[in-house]
């Protein structure tokens, strides 16, 4: 069975809040469900399985897949949290089309919602959960400082500059300064001199180079068969999926000398993603190559991450990637949109739902509903990466508006 061509989404719901307009995780996440149960057309009792990935920072009781389905009371044949880091709530979407074509469910929900700043001191969220317990967090290092290691490595390695980090970070911003939730529209459009005047986090990183909180988000999914959804308004079909993880910690990355997976570099390296493995399993299930996508939507939480995921999806070279923004080709008007709602650099990271934002962005933007600028053209393919952990865990998701 090839299983890029089972599945299809067939309801899309999206949830927001701020200071101004206060909802937790469970809020939110009821929100969208009854926003994509509606839009799948439906009944909630047709539900079969439900899907997250863990749970929200600003809700952390375990199960929390379980108290959601009884929050909304939702009895199902399954119910789990999918803990890849972040990178779960892209992959339960590839679990949804296996539990699908396994004949477990007619229609199967994946939520994901978060809301950190809003219930919890961002400020104590440090580097605990990212750093290794015994040889990293001793030191004291904050996330910035993890990922700055690699943005050194990679400056080390391809001769790039801060200049060509803050022409990323100006990228992202064509898009995010015009989407009504991103957390930094407040800021409008920028360019590379105010990047540059902004205070270093950690070098080489300066403040407009990392991503920062958001509000609150939620996305929900119904995902059915490709017959169901032949009944539906606007499916939006799943054509390929990949998932994998390499480690857990930098340090045991840097440790790292073998792996089963191809083109992950000479190791050890910090400069290169299992991305790279996620997105081959997913072009070969679809059939697809990076030519054949419209758009991409990654996980960039900081600007150098945006050239190595680039790079690992099959979009340039290794050291190549900085060529894309530089060319203008990411941004508005160019030929390979990318991080459409401005992504996590200027969209911001509401918390565990930061790779929830970009499913949803492309959800939107192939059924040509952006909430923001919609990219022209009635786009068709899109590629969504999602991560999680120090450069560990990678899920890859590809979005076709035609039926496979």
């Known amino acids: 069975m090839n299983l890029g061509e089972v599945a299809a989404i067939v309801g899309v719901g999206d949830a927001y809040a701020n200071e101004e307009n206060r909802k937790d995780p469970l809020q939110l996440a009821t929100e969208a469900t009854y926003k994509a149960i509606k839009d799948a057309g439906i009944k909630k009792q047709q539900i079969d399985a439900l899907y997250t990935g863990r749970?929200?920072?600003?809700?952390?009781?375990?199960?929390?897949s379980n108290i959601f389905a009884s929050h909304i009371q939702l009895p199902v044949v399954l119910t789990t949290e999918l803990t890849m880091h972040g990178a779960g709530v892209n992959?339960?979407?590839?679990?949804?089309?296996?539990?699908?074509?396994?004949?477990?469910?007619?229609?199967?929900?994946?939520?994901?919602s978060d809301a950190t700043s809003l219930f919890i001191d961002t400020v104590a969220v440090g580097a605990a959960t990212d750093a290794d317990p015994q040889y990293e967090y001793p030191f004291g290092p904050i996330i910035p400082a993890l990922y700055?290691?690699?943005?050194?490595?990679?400056?080390?390695?391809?001769?790039?500059?801060?200049?060509?980090?803050?022409?990323?970070?100006?990228?992202?911003?064509?898009?995010?300064?015009?989407h009504p939730h991103a957390a930094k529209a407040k800021f409008g459009e920028v360019d590379r001199e105010k990047v540059l005047a902004s205070p270093y986090v950690a070098t080489p990183l300066r403040r407009w180079m990392c991503s920062t909180w958001g509000g609150g988000t939620a996305g929900a999914f119904v995902v059915t068969s490709v017959e169901n959804a032949k009944k539906a308004k606007n499916p939006l079909y799943i054509r390929g999926f990949g998932s994998?993880?390499?480690?857990?910690?930098?340090?045991?990355?840097?440790?790292?000398?073998e792996c089963k997976f191809p083109n992950m570099g000479v190791l050890p390296n910090i400069t290169h993603t299992s991305a790279r493995e996620a997105s081959r399993q997913a072009y070969a299930m679809a059939d697809m190559t990076p030519g054949d996508m419209d758009m991409a939507q990654i996980s960039a939480n900081f600007a150098h991450m945006a050239?190595?995921?680039?790079?690992?999806i099959g979009f340039a070279e290794k050291g190549k990637g900085m060529d894309l923004y530089r060319e203008g080709r990411t941004a508005p008007g160019g030929d390979l949109p990318t991080d459409t709602n401005g992504g996590w650099l200027s969209f911001g990271q509401p918390g565990i739902s930061c790779d929830m934002d970009s499913l949803i962005e492309a959800a939107r933007q192939l059924r040509g509903e952006a909430l923001g600028l919609q990219v022209p053209g009635n786009p068709k393919t899109a590629i969504v990466q999602g991560a999680g952990g120090m450069l560990a865990c990678n899920g890859v998701t590809i979005f076709s508006t035609e039926a496979p």
């Open 55 to 64: 749970a929200p920072w600003a809700d952390r009781r375990p199960q929390w």
């Open 91 to 112: 992959i339960m979407l590839g679990v949804a089309v296996q539990t699908i074509a396994s004949g477990r469910a007619d229609y199967v929900l994946c939520v994901q």
């Open 148 to 178: 700055g290691q690699s943005a050194r490595r990679y400056f080390h390695e391809f001769g790039l500059t801060e200049n060509d980090l803050a022409d990323i970070a100006v990228s992202h911003q064509k898009w995010g300064a015009h």
């Open 244 to 257: 994998a993880t390499t480690h857990e910690y930098l340090t045991e990355r840097m440790a790292l000398r």
């Open 307 to 312: 050239l190595i995921l680039m790079e690992d």
